[in-house]
């Protein structure tokens, strides 16, 4: 299976509508792939707050349009990062879209854990509550965003619900690059799946994006890595090491604690 991960730069200066048209020509550079993935909240930054309520959009809006379309002429799996939407009554949310390779909507997850102690994202945006997984042709991704990654009981439940491939669209900043390192491999280690966590390069609102994309293997072994600087990074993984690993060193099978049913997935 191929996947590439874009690594896309936000410029203050650029406009978002700008930003979005090259997002789009950036994946329908991606035919062949199977898999393309774009980072959290790309459109307008994701610690550009002052920014989210004058950039949301409906969930059906030029961002979704734009990707469903790109997905269509790539004819590639999409997972289109994240967006701010406004739901109907005006909450907003950090939302991902996945687009199959037709250009039709497969999964809607709006982020669960919100960054911020209370302020910023956590004070502007709604949390979402459920676990979404997507069954393409070759493997289930479940989806998770940024501050999720701090979070391994999510994880363990998305894996409970059919999880093979764990992807993280983040805007992870460059003074905690350390721990997205670290918690990308444990969450890789510790559900024996493939994490393919993608960040942004750039600065929002004077915040140092880490950049730093990566694709971890079961066994927490990294397969790629990108730099600092916007950048594609393309790998292909086998995703039936993911049965095979859990097979020769069954981990998950000795659990004795957190076995409850997992919340409702897609």
């Known amino acids: 299976m191929r996947a590439s991960l874009l690594q896309i730069a936000v410029d203050p200066d650029e406009p978002v509508n700008s930003r979005r048209e090259r997002a789009a020509s950036l994946v329908t550079g991606q035919r062949g792939a199977d898999l393309v993935v774009l980072p959290e909240l790309w459109p307008v930054g994701a610690f550009a707050y002052t920014e989210f309520a004058e950039e949301a959009e409906p969930l059906r809006g030029p961002t979704h349009d734009a990707m469903a379309e790109a997905a269509a002429e790539a004819e590639v799996w999409l997972h289109a990062g994240s967006f701010v939407e406004r739901a109907p009554d005006g909450v907003l949310y950090n939302t991902t879209l996945v687009f199959s390779p037709r250009g039709e909507r497969a999964a809607v997850y ?8 209370d302020k910023g994202e956590a004070a502007l945006m709604g949390a979402g509550d459920e676990l979404v997984t997507v069954a393409l042709p070759q493997t289930t991704l479940g989806l ?14 998305l894996v409970d619900a059919g999880a093979e491939t764990l ?10 690059r350390a721990h997205w390192s670290l918690l990308a491999r444990a969450r ?20 140092e994006q ?39 060193f069954p981990a998950l099978k000795d659990r004795r604690l957190g076995l409850a049913p997992p919340r409702r997935a897609h």
Do not use: M
């Open 144 to 157: 998770a965003t940024c501050y999720d990654l701090r979070f391994p009981e999510q994880f363990r439940g």
């Open 110 to 117: 709006r982020k669960i854990h919100r960054f911020g102690f």
């Open 188 to 207: 890789a280690v510790e559900n024996q799946s493939y994490v393919l966590a993608v960040g942004t390069a750039g600065s929002h609102a004077g915040v």
């Open 167 to 176: 992807v993280v669209a983040a805007g992870w900043p460059e003074r905690r």
């Open 210 to 248: 880490a950049g730093h994309s990566v694709v971890v293997d079961p066994w927490g072994e990294v397969l790629a890595e990108a730099g600092a600087g916007e950048e594609i990074l393309t790998v292909e993984f086998d995703p039936e090491q993911v049965r095979t690993t859990r097979e020769r």
